[in-house]
C-alpha cells in the first residue's frame, strides 16, 4: 500500500520563497498583520501554498490554540437590516440570540471589494479564518468560494439551501417543497383544476424546490400538464392584464406565485388584475408562495406561507456548533415547515363566467 502523502506545512513554504515562517503565518492568516508583509512577497507565498496544496486544518488549530470563542455572520450581498420588516432582520435577529445564549461573541464580515462585489477570499486570503465558523447568508454566492471553505475545513452553515456541485454543504432550509405542494393540495381541495404557475428565471435552488413541490401536489391530485401553464418572469417582465385576461378565457381560476426578493411579482398581478378588471379571489385566486416585505401600497392579506426565519437563524447557529465539536465535519442538513397562512385571496373557482357573481 502506498504511504499517504504528507500534508504540506507552512515551513514548507518558507524554504520554498526562502523566507520566514512568520512571514508565511502572517500572510496566511490574513489579519490585519499580514499589512506589514512588501506584497509581492505576500502573492508569492499565497501562489506558492497553492502550488503545494496547503490548506488550514480548522480542527488542527482549534485543538492547539483552543477556540476564539468568535462566531462569523457573513452576507454575500448588502443584508443589514434598514428596519424590523427587512427581509434578512429576523434570519440576523435568530442567529444573534443564539450566539449569545450559548456564550459566543458574534463578528459581521462582509469582505466587499472596491467594485462593490462580495468575496470571501478577498486578496487571496480567507478572512472568515478569525472565527470559530460562520453562518452564512445571501442569494448570490460565489462557488468558489464555497470550494474554499470547503478545502480548508471551515467549518460554515448556510441559512437556505444551497448547492455545489460534487459537494455537501450544511444548511438550514424552508421546506419550500412541502409548503408548495401543501398550498396546492389546499387549491384542489378549494375545487381548482386549472392552475397558472408564475416561477422565477433564475433557476436558483429555492426556485426549483418550489416547482417541484408544485409538481407534486398535480401529480397526487392526477392533474396533467395541459391542465397548467408554466409563466417564467424575469426582473422586467411580471404579468400583464392582457394575459390575466387570456388565462380567464381559457379557463385558468387560480395562479400561484413565487415571489422575489420583494413584492414586485406580487404587486404586478394585483396590478393587472384591476386593469383587466379581473376580481381577487372572485374571478381568480391567488397563492403566494412564501411572504416577502410588502412595501409597495397592498392591503390585502394574501394566502400564503411564512418562513420561520428567526428559527432558521437559530437552527443554524446550533448545527454550527455541533460541526465544531465533530472532527468528520460531517454535512447536516436541516429542514423547517413553513407555516400556511389561509389569508383573503383564495376562494371557490367561478361557476359560470368570471361576472357571474
Not at 488550514?56 to 434598514?82: C, D, I, Q, S, W
Not at 379571489?281 to 416577502?292: F, K, M, Q, T
Request: glycine residues 10%.
Amino acid at each position: 500500500m502506498a504511504a499517504q502523502r504528507r500534508r504540506p506545512t507552512q515551513v514548507d513554504i518558507a524554504r520554498r520563497l526562502g523566507v520566514s515562517q512568520a512571514t508565511v503565518s502572517l500572510v496566511i492568516s490574513g489579519g490585519a498583520a499580514s499589512d506589514q508583509v512588501a506584497e509581492d512577497t505576500r502573492q508569492a507565498v499565497l501562489r506558492t501554498a497553492a502550488e503545494l496544496g496547503y490548506a488550514v486544518n480548522a480542527a488542527a488549530r482549534n485543538l492547539k490554540g483552543g477556540r476564539n470563542r468568535m462566531l462569523g455572520v457573513y452576507t454575500f450581498e448588502p443584508v443589514f437590516p434598514v428596519d424590523q420588516r427587512d427581509f434578512y432582520f429576523p434570519f440576523l435577529l435568530g442567529v444573534e440570540e443564539a450566539t449569545a445564549e450559548y456564550g459566543y461573541d458574534l463578528l459581521l464580515f462582509s469582505s466587499a471589494t472596491s467594485g462593490g462585489d462580495r468575496r470571501i477570499y478577498a486578496g487571496g486570503v480567507n478572512r472568515l479564518k478569525v472565527a470559530d465558523g460562520c453562518v452564512l447568508l445571501g442569494r448570490r454566492l460565489h462557488h468558489d468560494d464555497m470550494a474554499g471553505l470547503l478545502r480548508e475545513d471551515f467549518p460554515f452553515v448556510f441559512i437556505g439551501r444551497r448547492e455545489v456541485p460534487g459537494e455537501e454543504l450544511s444548511y438550514v432550509a424552508a421546506d419550500y417543497v412541502g409548503a408548495t405542494r401543501d398550498a396546492v393540495r389546499s387549491l384542489i381541495r378549494r375545487g381548482h383544476r386549472r392552475l397558472a404557475y408564475l416561477k422565477l428565471a433564475d433557476d436558483k435552488e429555492w426556485t426549483r424546490d418550489r416547482e417541484a413541490g408544485f409538481r407534486q401536489g398535480l401529480v397526487e391530485a392526477g392533474i396533467s400538464d395541459d391542465q397548467v401553464l408554466v409563466h417564467t418572469m424575469d426582473e422586467t417582465a411580471y404579468v400583464s392584464g392582457l394575459q390575466l385576461s387570456e388565462w380567464l378565457a381559457a379557463g385558468i381560476t387560480a395562479v400561484v406565485i413565487e415571489p422575489s426578493a420583494d413584492d414586485r411579482a406580487i404587486v404586478a398581478v394585483e396590478r393587472g388584475a384591476a386593469e383587466a378588471g379581473v376580481g381577487i379571489p372572485h374571478d381568480i385566486s391567488v397563492v403566494v408562495l412564501g411572504d416577502p416585505p410588502l412595501v409597495e401600497a397592498t392591503r390585502r392579506d394574501w394566502t400564503r406561507f411564512s418562513i420561520r426565519r428567526e428559527e432558521m437563524g437559530r437552527e443554524a447557529v446550533r448545527l454550527l456548533l455541533e460541526l465544531l465539536d465533530d472532527d468528520t465535519r460531517s454535512a447536516r442538513q436541516l429542514y423547517l415547515d413553513c407555516t400556511q397562512i389561509p389569508g383573503d385571496s383564495v376562494a371557490e373557482p367561478p361557476t359560470g363566467g368570471r361576472h357571474d357573481r
